[in-house]
């Protein structure tokens, strides 16, 4: 399980990747505002951290670092509107890099993505990519 400090830096990593257009939307900010409840943050301490980002630290379990790195691809997919995907591609690509997960994966991810309806690429799919390149 992961600590609160380690859980207000996944919400800051995704605010950070959601900033990348220089506003955060307001399906964006649902969406992020969902899985702060689902990591068990108010929203108080949410919507601090958004104009008050918190270091990075970097997560031990790999199971959870391959969450995240999901909860990014569907914040990426959620804002149909991006002006330029190639540039939040590189972004996504680089979290994933930054996490520590294998480089293999993240194209494998990011190629299969467009195959799949409103490029959402199911969490069972995901798993399996990650697990192939772990073993």
Known sequence: MINRVE?????SEMIAFAKYDKEINVIEYNFL???A???GII???FDYLIEHPVTYTHLKSHSERIVQFH???LLMNIDQESKDNT?????????GLRMGLSHESIT???YLMESFPNKIVPPDV???IFKTQYN
């Open 87 to 95: 540039v939040v591609v590189t972004k996504l690509y680089n979290f």
């Open 108 to 110: 494998k991810v990011l």
């Open 71 to 73: 909860r990014l691809v």
């Open 37 to 39: 409840k689902q990591l």
């Open 126 to 128: 995901l798993i399996d």
């Open 7 to 11: 859980k207000l830096s996944l919400l």
């Open 43 to 45: 929203r108080s301490d």
């Open 33 to 35: 505002l969902g899985v």
